[in-house]
């Protein structure tokens, strides 16, 4: 299984960006897939996920601020990120084969650096 992250990039306060994984190698139907990041000197964080329904799920952080979808034909999974803010300044990665909404995650992208200036 590979997943290869695109899009991070440096952007100011209140700007958008959308983030890709493209994934190969994986079978999407059974298990949870999504996005986590890392800020410097925090813990790793989940902040969408699909569950193996196609349902998604948000940390309280970001709701009404990011959307996360997947095109399947594609096997790919994008974070529209809106409104950013500074505190949303990290290391993105997408996960898959997750065993819970945040939780058990098997494989990892090697993440795209995200910088919101204010």
């Known amino acids: 299984v590979q997943l290869v992250e695109s899009g991070g990039g440096s952007v100011q306060s209140g700007g958008s960006l959308r983030l890709s994984c493209a994934a190969s190698?994986?079978?999407?139907?059974?298990?949870?897939i999504g996005w986590f990041r890392q800020a410097p000197g925090k813990e790793r964080e989940g902040v969408a996920t699909?569950?193996?329904?196609?349902?998604?799920t948000y940390a309280d952080s970001v709701k009404g601020r990011f959307t996360v979808s997947q095109d399947n034909a594609k096997n790919t999974l994008y974070l529209q990120m809106n409104s950013l803010k500074s505190e949303d300044t990290a290391m993105y990665s997408c996960?898959?084969?997750?065993?819970?909404?945040?939780?058990?995650?098997?494989?990892w992208g090697q993440g795209t650096q995200v910088t919101v200036s204010s």
């Open positions: 996960a898959a084969g997750g065993l819970g909404y945040f939780v058990g995650y098997r494989y």
């Open positions: 190698g994986y079978t999407a139907s059974m298990y949870y």
């Open positions: 699909f569950d193996s329904d196609g349902r998604a």
